[in-house]
């Protein structure tokens, strides 16, 4: 696979992400079986052996047992170890007994939370580190001396976001010495809001790299959704999967790729992270950066995607 550099830096990932969100097979660590274990080691292992280099965590992926898994598997695999790019993610608060779920971007809980991920994946540093949604309460100059204190103590090497508004990242980005490498945030043919509402210009403009999450809907512009977040449920994909069938023929791929190679063709480098946690569909979709659309595919596709015709 194509590696591209990510950012303002000159850390280099794969063109396409392995999101690390699904493989324990559930959301909750105690429920986790050998079983599940298993399949997630080898979807990592997969992944790697097919050429993704650029790995997504977040601590609360399957309450930190995605993040011991990748533990495992850098143990595992050598070759692994040298080449991951290790993304992962803090901020949101698991709620214990009678707290509010909730954002929290206080220094001491940023600090916290990336010694644990460290700990959970037993390594030294992480490549990216990403703040998970925006906390209402942020303060940035706050943000900005958890950062340093990472980065001194060589604990993480850039900062990035998700889910951030582009009016987020401008005030979060005016306390950093450093620039923010990605945004994060959910896109795909049936979430075209980045496109709108200035995150894709932002990105373009500052060479933020955005990082396209759940890039097949949850599975919608694949073979079928399996579990999807509950703002995910109301997708109506019936008209753009036709047309992505359509383009798959003529292309000889896979809908699934032409919905990611969609996704790669947008001037801003959107990085798609791929969430399957079937070893055939990781090897098949990291060809998808192979795959080239014409403008007028793309708008062929885009078209059928909008609610409306355009203008
Ligand atoms: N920053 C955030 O707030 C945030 C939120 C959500 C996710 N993420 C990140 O984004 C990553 C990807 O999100 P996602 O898992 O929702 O991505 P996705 O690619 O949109 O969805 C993956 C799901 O689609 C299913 N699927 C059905 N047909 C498929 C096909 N032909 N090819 C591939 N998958 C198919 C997969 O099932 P099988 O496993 O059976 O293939 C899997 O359950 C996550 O792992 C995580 O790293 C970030």
């Known amino acids: 696979m194509k590696q591209v550099r990510i950012g303002r830096s000159t850390l280099k990932g794969s063109r396409l992400a392995f999101g690390c969100w699904r493989i324990a097979g559930t959301w909750e660590g105690r429920k986790v079986t050998a079983k599940a274990r298993e399949a997630g080691l080898k979807a990592i292992l997969t992944a790697h052996e097919a050429g993704y280099t650029l790995f997504d965590h977040a601590d609360i992926y399957c309450e930190g047992v ?11 695999s050598k070759a692994l170890k ?9 901020g949101i608060r698991i709620p214990v007994g009678n707290e509010p779920y909730r954002y929290d971007f206080s220094a001491d809980y940023i600090i916290q939370s990336c010694e644990k991920s460290l700990q959970r994946m037993d390594v030294d540093c992480v490549d990216i580190y990403q703040l998970h949604r925006p906390d209402w309460l942020m303060d940035p100059d706050e943000v900005a001396k958890a950062f340093t204190t990472l980065k001194k103590a060589g604990k993480v090497r850039h900062f990035g976001v998700s889910n951030f508004r582009p009016s987020q990242v401008s005030l979060l980005q005016s306390a950093l010495k450093d620039p923010l490498l990605v945004n994060q945030v959910e896109l795909s043919l049936l979430q075209l809001t980045p496109f709108e509402d200035g995150t894709l210009d932002q990105c373009q403009e500052h060479k933020i790299t955005p990082m396209a999450w759940s890039p097949l809907a949850g599975g919608f512009l694949g073979n079928g959704k399996s579990a999807v ?6 997708y109506k994909p019936t008209k753009i999967r036709r047309r992505l069938d359509a383009m798959a023929r003529e292309l000889g791929a896979s809908r699934a790729a032409v919905a990611l190679a969609w996704l790669m063709r947008h001037p801003s480098g959107i990085i798609p992270i791929v969430g399957s946690t079937k070893s055939e569909r990781i090897r098949e979709l990291a060809g998808a950066d192979e795959l080239q659309l014409t403008h007028e595919q793309w708008y062929t596709l885009l078209t059928s995607a909008l609610k409306e015709d355009l203008p």
């Open 66 to 76: 995605s993040e011991e898994l990748f533990g495992l598997a850098l143990k595992q």
């Open 82 to 90: 040298k080449s991951a790019v290790i993304a992962t993610k803090c």
């Open 229 to 234: 977040l509950p703002s995910q449920e109301k």
